[in-house]
């Protein structure tokens, strides 16, 4: 009997110690080189900066009637944005949508800036670029206004999913194509 009750008590013993040797451990140090320091108990990684991909998907409506040989679709865009991030206040987006409804092309480049938080984050941005009507009005120079809410999901923040407003304004003609949709994307 009292072989048995050591071996309990030593396995107790055991599970009682091992996390607590766990706690116990010295926490690591930050006077070496840069980023050395990662996973020993020192600086944590930051998301900031690095390269996402976003996929964007939502309701397309031209504010004017296309021309009536332009494509014909529902009142829907798909697209897709690849954003390179200096911080995790700003990026600069690189975007792509057709709208279906028409058959509008949309290409724009530019600078996105976004609210501290976490995990909601508000952003706001301007982007400039290439819009192409379908028929008689052809490719135009236009700007596109963003404004947009975002969560961040996943274990370090890599995750992205947003609903976002774009108003895309043509210089020179062809009515306003607005775009509302959800967005989800990753950063690597």
Sequence with gaps: MKRHSRLCGALLSLAVAAPVSAVAQERG???GPEES???????SRSGGTGVSLQ???GAGVNSEKPHRD??????????ATLSVWGADWYSLDASFAYVFDGGRVIGMVGPRFRTWGW???????????AIYIPEDEGLRFGISPHLGA????????NIVLGLNYNPDIPIG?????????LGIGYRF
Excluded at 37 to 43: D, I, L, M, T, V
Excluded at 119 to 129: D, I, K, N, Q, Y
Excluded at 175 to 180: E, I, N
């Design 70 to 79: 332009a494509p014909e679709g529902p009142p829907l865009y798909a697209g």
């Design 119 to 129: 995990p909601l984050v508000f952003s706001a941005g301007l982007r400039a670029g």
């Design 55 to 57: 996929l964007d998907w």
């Design 29 to 31: 140090r930050t006077d």
């Design 173 to 181: 003609g062809g009515g306003v194509s607005h775009r509302l949709g």
């Design 37 to 43: 320091e990662y996973g020993k108990g020192g600086y």
């Design 150 to 157: 975002e969560v961040l999901m996943g274990a370090r923040d």
